[in-house]
Nanobody, 120 residues
């Protein structure tokens, strides 16, 4: 059974930091690219950051560059998102995504999300 379980969300003051974790099981984690997405109320889900299967390459949304860092530990089947200098505009539900294209088959898995609220 495929599972992606996010944790680490919560309430933080502006300028603070949070580290999100996403624990994966039920599939070959090291073969999948991993991403973090977010969805704010009334808005569409958008990409925050992505990392390749071996961790060798990362990509960030422009507004997150320099403040957020995505990383992964393939021994622990876990992907992380370190978020620094948080702003109220970062308030959203953050989702973990696993993605693999194998020939003509697309594998796309999602976690249930974790709430991040940035407020004083």
């Amino acid at each position: 059974q495929v599972q992606l379980v996010e944790s680490g969300g919560g309430l933080v003051q502006p300028g603070g930091s949070l580290r999100l974790s996403c624990a994966a099981s039920g599939f070959t984690f090291s073969s999948f690219a991993m991403s973090w997405y977010r969805q704010a109320p009334g808005k569409e889900r958008e990409l925050v950051a992505a990392i390749t299967s071996n961790g060798g390459s990362t990509n960030y949304a422009d507004s997150m560059k320099g403040r957020f860092t995505i990383s992964r530990d393939n021994r622990k089947n876990t992907v992380y998102l370190q978020m620094n200098s948080l702003k109220p505009g970062n308030t959203a539900v953050y989702y973990c995504n696993a993605h693999l294209i194998w020939g003509t088959v697309v594998y796309d898995y999602w976690g249930q999300g974790t709430q991040v609220t940035v407020s004083s």
